[in-house]
């Protein structure tokens, strides 16, 4: 069955074709230059955009627009294109921990594959802490993905993603094997791009992942690792023109001055004056 020409274009803005055979290869390279190229953002939240869960929409967006999303748009993409592919796929939701124990809604989606009798995570959607890589569903066992090490914790049939960070593991989601649906999905994320108490609504987030390199911008701080160079830099953004040219040179996203006005003076400069 031929691919749908959204996902023609998507994987041809990736520069991979369609394998003759279905590998964990053309997956690792797909999750990877997904989250290198693609930023995580929540500017169209910032912005009060309506966010469209229709996959030829959040395609047009990440490729033509190259405005980037977050979890529901680039996870989206991801299990809709592997699943055209033939791969077997299923779609979880997840309880965002960030080290905390806390009652949450399930807030973030990601990809189970089922692989040659094995089981995989994907996530193209966790920004900074997330995997470049899939990551084999396995307790209690150290992965590595790119830069960063993870490691999955299993109890009462859940499992808990953590990053080692700091010198410790960092829990970062949990999630279970219950089944979901798109439904399920738009539930979760009208609270994350309108609930008043949403994290992305109350906060400006963009980052960009590469398997050595990390960029994240959070408010009025921009974090950068170099991993190949043993590098980390943290710059404050100070003023609108500041803002503009970082997210234009770190992010590859081309944001109007006056948009950048706006921005700064609603995330960044009440963190100045504090």
């Known amino acids: 069955m031929p691919l749908h020409d959204s996902f023609n274009i998507y994987l041809a803005d990736l520069n991979l074709e369609i394998p003759k055979q279905l590998n964990l290869t053309f997956v690792n390279a797909l999750i990877a230059k997904h989250v290198a ?7 169209a939240v910032n912005l009060g955009e309506d966010i469209s869960l229709d996959v030829d929409l959040i395609i047009d ?7 980037g999303g977050y979890c529901f748009e680039h996870n989206k993409v991801v299990f809709e294109c592997l699943k055209q592919l033939g791969f077997d796929v299923e779609l979880k939701l997840a309880q965002v921990l960030y080290n905390k124990n806390t009652a949450s809604p399930r807030t973030h989606r990601i990809t189970l594959l089922n692989l040659d009798n094995k089981q995989y ?5 966790f920004g900074g802490f997330g995997p470049v890589t899939p ?4 307790a209690n066992i150290e992965q590595i993905s790119g ?18 960070k700091d010198g410790e593991f960092f829990s970062l989601f949990r999630f279970d094997f219950a089944n979901y649906s798109d439904f399920d999905c738009e539930l979760s994320h009208f609270y994350s791009h309108k609930h008043k108490q949403a994290s992305f609504v109350n906060n400006l987030l963009v980052s960009l992942k590469t398997s050595t390199k990390l960029a994240v911008l959070k408010n009025h701080q921009l974090k950068s690792k170099n991993a190949a160079l043993n590098t980390e830099q943290i710059i404050t953004i100070t003023s609108p023109e500041q803002l503009n040219s970082t997210l234009l040179s770190e992010f590859k996203l081309d944001i109007d001055i006056v948009i950048c006005q706006h921005l700064f003076d609603r995330f960044i400069k009440p963190n100045l004056e504090c």
């Open 37 to 43: 190229r693609y930023s995580f953002n929540s500017l």
């Open 135 to 138: 990551l084999l569903l396995k």
């Open 147 to 164: 830069s960063d090490t993870y490691k999955l914790l299993e109890s009462n049939a859940e499992y808990v993603l953590q990053i080692f």
């Open 121 to 125: 995570i994907l996530d193209a959607g």
């Open 61 to 67: 967006k990440l490729v033509n627009r190259q405005f």
